[in-house]
């Protein structure tokens, strides 16, 4: 076991204590960062508790770091490394509840799904450094507070907004920094956009397709209609791209989705879990703002529109049974 403490190091609050937040805060301990899981509300088993172990599984094996956990409604410490982890339709509410606790040089890093939340959190702090984040780590919740690493992805981080940000190059020389000594695959992008972009259209092309066949991500590859659908998502982001001059459907991005969907073949993808345990979906920061970009566009996007409101009825389907 180790300690969380080390007066040395930068000291990170991570919001959202699931796969992702629980990987990273386990990660960061496992540093020598100092750590602080912020909660909505304790577990029964840690009401009065400061501490808590989180348990990290990888390669058969199983590790555990005592983090300190607090409230999001507490008032101190202030906190100037916010690392946001929890489901991108929760973020901003989330930081929302903690913004009393930002110091004023506070970094906001954002690891999110699905696209809007990011460019929304920019316009809500516009004198705050907002570091945007995309991963292909794969992670689920075994428990509360206990994560698998299922595969080692990559994680690039960058800013959407350079030419606002004071001394950018600064900020990305001190953010690589306070996360040095971690065992996850971390970079600095310079186009922070196209990883966005490029992880949005996986996910369009993914996510729906898993949760409706109630299939693992490889399994997409085995049928041709459901090839040949995924092959119409990406043509019809490409369009978007165009229209929006961004040059980031080179290489293509079914391309993109069939390498992505080799590496996590056996995964079940998030939106099938949380269809699965009847839990909201990203579905409105994903495919959806895939929709209204088109609409605005004047773009047709009849692949994604299609599945938006299939998942929407499953949603709805799922709400009326119980
Ligand atoms: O990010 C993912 C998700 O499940 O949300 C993919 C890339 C589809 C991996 O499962």
């Known amino acids: 076991m180790k300690s969380y403490k080390n007066p040395e190091s930068t000291h990170w609050h991570v919001l959202g204590a699931g796969a ?17 899981l912020l909660l909505r509300t304790k577990p029964a088993t840690a009401k009065r508790e400061k501490y808590h172990p989180i348990l990290l599984e990888q390669n058969g094996g199983i ?17 100037h490394n916010l690392i946001v982890c929890t489901k991108s339709f929760d973020a901003l509410a989330a930081i929302h509840s903690i913004e009393h ?39 689920y919740r075994r428990d509360t507070f206990h994560v698998i690493q299922a595969g080692k992805g990559q994680t690039f981080f960058g800013v959407l907004n350079r030419t ?11 953010f690589m920094k306070s996360l040095n000594g971690i065992e996850l695959n971390v970079h600095w992008s310079s186009d922070m956009l196209e990883h966005l972009w490029r992880k949005l259209a996986i996910n369009c092309a993914i996510n729906p397709l898993t949760a409706i066949n109630r ?7 085995n049928d041709t209609r459901l090839v040949s659908l995924m092959q119409d998502i990406c043509s019809e982001i490409e369009m978007i791209l165009g229209a929006l001059k ?12 069939t390498q ?17 345990n009847a839990r909201p979906t990203e579905i409105d920061q994903i495919t959806g703002f895939i929709c209204r970009q088109a609409k605005a566009l004047g773009i047709p996007v009849p692949t ?12 709805e389907f799922r709400a009326g049974q119980r």
């Open 63 to 79: 590790s555990s770091f005592i983090v300190q956990i607090q409230l999001c409604s507490d008032k101190n410490p202030p906190i």
């Open 304 to 315: 994604n529109e299609m599945l938006y409101r299939k998942i929407k009825n499953s949603i």
């Open 215 to 221: 299939c693992r991500n490889g399994e997409l590859l």
């Open 20 to 36: 992702i937040g629980c990987l990273w805060a386990s990660h960061l301990s496992r540093a020598g960062k100092e750590v602080t």
């Open 260 to 276: 992505d969907i080799t590496v996590t073949a056996q995964n079940y993808s998030s939106m099938y879990q949380d269809l699965n």
């Open 164 to 174: 606002a940000i004071s001394e950018p190059d600064n900020l990305h020389t001190n």
């Open 246 to 257: 961004l040059p980031y459907a080179k290489p293509s991005l079914f391309n993109q989705v």
């Open 101 to 139: 606790r930002l110091a004023p040089n506070a970094r906001i890093v954002l690891l999110l799904n699905g696209m809007g939340v990011q460019q929304e959190c920019i316009k809500r702090y516009p004198g705050r450094a907002v570091i945007c984040g995309s991963t292909s780590d794969g992670a």
